[in-house]
């Protein structure tokens, strides 16, 4: 694919479940900060190197820990998780496909990193998100009480990264700041642009939770014997 490519890796949470006097983000796990395993995922694959990190402004000097040795620039991040996709677009120039990804998310793959890439094969994709599937019976609650069963071969959980067309990500946040959309794809949703699902990975966790990282040192461990 020859259209230019950036990446924002949304770094600037405080991670309040995890309950560590670090943000998550930037624990170490086998000698390297969570973020920083993130970042080379991206670093590692040939068409994902433009990486512009979003972080507290409380967290310049563990950023510059984490990145050592890489040439890797920030923007602050928001008050919330949209303020700061906003920040991190901004900061950008002259891209077409932007992966918007966590950096709690450090056991990505590069091969669903291709297939995100390569689901916008037509110009009426406007973005794509790994997904999983959904497996368990869904029920729809209010004030407590089911309401109704949902059909669980529509119902799918949404992983990042999420890569979109710039201009539309960008028009988005613009038309719609300020406002409490849980990830991107919703954005996109919101004005009726179309979103393609791309199987994700069950590895491909969230950590949210110290013990979470016990799972991420398996999936590594896993992967590196590939």
Same mark, same amino acid.
């Given at each position: 694919?020859?259209?230019?490519?950036?990446?924002?890796?949304?770094?600037?949470?405080?991670?309040?479940?995890?309950?560590?006097?670090?943000?998550?983000?930037?624990?170490?796990i086998n000698g390297k900060?969570?973020?920083?395993?993130?970042?080379?995922?991206?670093?590692?694959?040939?068409?994902?190197?433009?990486?512009?990190?979003?972080?507290?402004?409380?967290?310049?000097?563990?950023?510059?820990?984490? %990145?050592?040795? !890489?040439?890797?620039?920030? @923007? &602050?991040?928001?008050? $919330?998780? =949209?303020?700061?996709?906003? /920040?991190?677009?901004?900061?950008?120039k002259d891209t077409d496909?932007?992966?918007?990804?966590?950096?709690?998310?450090?056991?990505?793959?590069?091969?669903?990193?291709?297939?995100?890439?390569?689901?916008?094969?037509?110009?009426?994709?406007?973005?794509?998100?790994?997904?999983?599937?959904?497996?368990?019976?869904?029920?729809?609650?209010?004030?407590?009480?089911? %309401?109704?069963? !949902?059909?669980?071969?529509? @119902? &799918?959980?949404?992983? $990042?990264? =999420?890569?979109?067309?710039? /201009?539309?990500?960008?028009?988005?946040?613009?038309?719609?700041?300020?406002?409490?959309?849980?990830?991107?794809?919703?954005?996109?949703?919101?004005?009726?642009?179309?979103?393609?699902?791309?199987l994700g990975d069950p590895?491909?966790?969230?950590?949210?939770?110290?013990?979470?990282?016990?799972?991420?040192?398996?999936?590594?461990?896993?992967?590196?014997?590939?």
């Amino acid at each position: 694919m020859s259209a230019k490519i950036s990446v924002i890796i949304v770094a600037a949470g405080r991670g309040s479940r995890y309950s560590t006097v670090l943000p998550k983000q930037y624990e170490l796990i086998n000698g390297k900060t969570i973020l920083r395993h993130t970042i080379d995922i991206f670093l590692n694959h040939p068409l994902t190197k433009d990486i512009m990190c979003v972080i507290h402004p409380d967290d310049v000097d563990l950023y510059n820990q984490a %990145v050592t040795g !890489l040439s890797i620039p920030y @923007v &602050f991040g928001g008050e $919330t998780r =949209q303020d700061s996709v906003m /920040n991190g677009l901004k900061s950008l120039k002259d891209t077409d496909l932007v992966f918007i990804h966590d950096a709690a998310r450090p056991n990505l793959t590069s091969d669903k990193i291709d297939a995100l890439i390569n689901s916008f094969t037509d110009t009426e994709t406007f973005g794509a998100i790994l997904a999983l599937p959904v497996t368990d019976t869904v029920k729809y609650v209010e004030n407590g009480f089911i %309401v109704k069963t !949902l059909d669980r071969q529509n @119902v &799918f959980r949404a992983q $990042t990264p =999420q890569v979109f067309r710039f /201009n539309a990500i960008y028009d988005c946040h613009i038309k719609a700041p300020h406002q409490n959309f849980t990830d991107d794809a919703a954005l996109l949703e919101h004005f009726n642009h179309k979103v393609k699902i791309v199987l994700g990975d069950p590895s491909n966790i969230k950590i949210t939770e110290p013990n979470d990282t016990k799972l991420m040192s398996v999936s590594s461990m896993s992967l590196s014997r590939l």
